[in-house]
């Protein structure tokens, strides 16, 4: 028995950078301050919510992760701008047949305080995603002083996408 095509594919992403001296801190495109003048350590501009959506994606058509189209052994991809990354994989998706139902993200920190940034952010990842501000949810929380996050070693990004199969 053959088992008719889903019109609906979940996936889910996450990613987690350092905490480091003399970098940019870069969140959903936007640069904050952190109140200590720490950034995210990575190959790219390590753009947590970024990354975490574009592993969402990548993951919810089964075609591995960011790191397998943007390896941090390329120096093609140092310093890498992660909302130009997105619209790589955002073409990818759409190529595939696919569109965005929805995106639903958690960044965790416990400082700088993310509240004040989400409405940029939201804005700068619809634009590269060309979907409405309304189907991207951003939010943030603290760890509670708890795990890496919470000991402000490093900020993280949970995200969850929902994508739909293009009628034609």
């Known amino acids: 028995m053959t088992r008719k095509s889903p019109q609906f594919r979940i996936g889910n992403g996450y990613d987690i950078h ?3 001296n003399n970098r940019d801190l870069i969140i959903g ?11 995210l350590d990575g190959h790219s501009d390590a753009d947590v919510l970024s990354h975490s959506i574009m592993d969402a994606l990548l993951g919810s058509l089964s075609l591995g992760d960011i790191g397998k189209y943007f390896p941090p052994s390329d120096e093609k991809w140092k310093n890498a701008d992660s909302l130009f990354l997105l619209s790589k994989v955002n073409d990818l998706i759409r190529q595939e047949g696919w569109e965005i139902n929805n ?3 958690v960044l965790v920190a416990e400082r700088p305080k993310i509240m004040p940034h989400i409405k940029p952010m939201k804005k700068n990842i619809s634009e590269v995603l060309n979907i409405d501000e309304n189907l991207l949810g951003i939010k943030a929380t603290t760890n509670e002083k708890l795990g890496p996050e919470g000991r402000e070693e490093g900020i993280s990004c949970h ?10």
């Open 159 to 168: 995200s969850v996408v929902l994508l739909e199969k293009k009628c034609h």
């Open 18 to 20: 350092r905490l480091v």
């Open 103 to 105: 995106i639903d993200s």
């Open 29 to 39: 495109g936007v640069k904050l301050h952190h109140p200590d003048n720490l950034g």
